[in-house]
């Protein structure tokens, strides 16, 4: 490794810590400052002063805000999220239970997402012809169109006609073996990989046509290698190469975006519970996802960036 | 003609979609017209003898939840959904291009800057954030839309900044500051009206995306707030709606649906116009 890369990975290890602080303080301040704000279920006329009093104290509101956010922030590294405002049980235990199912569906969707990229290398190889027309008019709409709406018009195809696959939810309650798992995640996963095969199909198809323009290209066809020595060993490689640096926040988008995804089809993931968690105003459950999710995606983007500068020895780190 | 009009006019795609977003304007700028004297429906009244009923002569895509026609209110809150994309890529322009051509064209320090306060931004989810703010505030319309548009200006200004960045090397600029042009003249004289023509490109796509956000946060309710309408929060409550009456689902994701698209496809086919030389 070049000092110059490592200077690299460390300037941007620091700049992503600093983000997650920032985020941290960001949260903070909007649940903290926000008119309503925490203390708001104390307007109740039946809690009377003194209990008041007592609740603030309970609830650590009476300590100065900088004096609060440190307090938090230390819980928070220990991943003490304190406890939910609506049923009293430990935030991150709320959590915990929902990641199953969001990383379920999530990491489903990515690796049909994935699917995308040999489309974008046909699209690159048809460039011009009916194919690649095709797959972009495929892409255009897929753009235009609101991919939770799509499902929402799958599950009303479903329910209207023969119901080939089930209104939502992770499996029939009673039921929840493995077929009937996985015909419960069809549709959400389907739906989900659309942003995938649109944005990796179009990714690699500039890529490929860009690194099939280059002159190393022109001198391994002029040597005589066959056209798919070419396209794969050559061509394909060096194409792939940048799709790293989209891959971390493409996984990232579905973490976050699942929240329309999980909406839809009644997934019972981490989406669907800050959702649920903004409408009751519970506010450790919103900040702790928050903070989750900001610091998910920030170590994804860390990851991408890292792990491009160590795969593509071009470059540079100024 | 000059040839970008000439090219405009040629390319029947993006005619098309021009067509359908004069026509999809004009029905909604004049929905409350339609709504009483065409179709002679009251868009606001309830009527609970008449839930959920069907597509009919009386209501042509038939009525929701609470007796409404839904063909009237999905143009009434057609208003809503484009003002408020309007609002967002406004806002996002309004931000994203000073600060992306100001970046391009100085460069150094201040680019620095801007680029730091774009990665943290691009690194924020703003979905989450959104939904805190959205659960903290309450914001009314157009409080949302600047809210939106104020965490979405980053793809302009890279955009802009590429742009100025390209344009300062040209030797037009060079012959401006030649005959002593300040930095703000040149920018407003010679960089602007060059980057003008892309920028209504980007103004396109940022009001399809403001479109889309809004769409997706009022689904999940916590967008527009009733009594105000708009197309994705006439879906919030679709789910219960799916199986007795789908018509309420079709109605304003199809709306969304045509509006993005034909503004992308309007976007798409300017952009070609403008440099023929992009074209894929």
Known sequence: ?????????????????????????????????APGGPAQFLDDPR?????????????????????????????????DFGYSFIDR??????????????????????ALGLLGIPLGVYAATRRGRWQDQTIRLFTVFGNAV????????????????????????????????????LWHLALPALVGALGGWIGFSRFVRSEMLEVLGQDYIRSARAKGLSARLVLFRHALRNALIPLITILGSSLAGLLSGGVLFETTFSWPGLGRMSVDAAYQRDFPVLMALTVIFSFLIILGNLIADVSYGLADPRVRYE | MTGTARRLWRDRMTMAALGMIIVIVAVTMLASWIAWGVLDVDPYRQNLVQRYRPPSPANLLGTDDLGRDNLARTLIAGRVSLSIGLTIALVSLAIGVPIGLA?????????????????????IPTLFLLILLS??????????????????????????????????????????????ASDGRVMARHVLPNVFSMVTVIAGFDVAGGILAESGLSYLGLGVQPPVASWGSMLASSLENVTRAPWLVVTPGAAIFLTTLAIFLLADGLRDALDPRLKA
């Open chain 2, 135 to 180: 659960a903290t505030l309450r914001p009314g319309v157009l409080v949302l839309a600047i809210i939106i548009g104020g965490l979405g200006w980053m793809g302009t200004a890279r955009l802009v900044r590429g742009m100025g960045l390209s344009i300062r090397e040209r030797d037009y600029v060079l012959a401006a500051r030649a005959l002593g």
């Open chain 1, 1 to 33: 490794m070049t000092s110059g890369l490592a200077r690299y990975i460390a300037r941007r290890s620091l700049h992503s810590a600093l983000l997650v602080l920032l985020i941290t303080v960001l949260s903070f301040s909007i649940m903290r400052l």
């Open chain 1, 146 to 181: 609101p991919h939770w709406w799509l499902g929402l018009m799958l599950l009303v195809l479903s329910a209207s006609t023969i119901r080939i696959f089930p209104l939502g939810g992770m499996y029939t309650v009673g039921d929840g073996s493995l077929p009937d798992r």
């Open chain 2, 103 to 123: 970046s391009g064209f100085y460069g150094g320090r201040l680019d620095d800057l801007t680029n730091a306060i774009i990665q943290t931004l691009i690194n």
């Open chain 1, 47 to 79: 809690i009377g002063p003194e209990h008041r009093e007592l609740l603030l104290e309970s609830f650590g509101l009476k300590d100065p805000l900088p004096v609060q956010y440190a307090k938090w922030l230390w819980n928070v590294v220990r991943l």
């Open chain 1, 89 to 110: 049980r430990p935030v991150i235990e709320k959590i915990a239970e929902r990641v199953p199912a969001t990383f379920q569906l999530s990491l489903t969707s990515f």
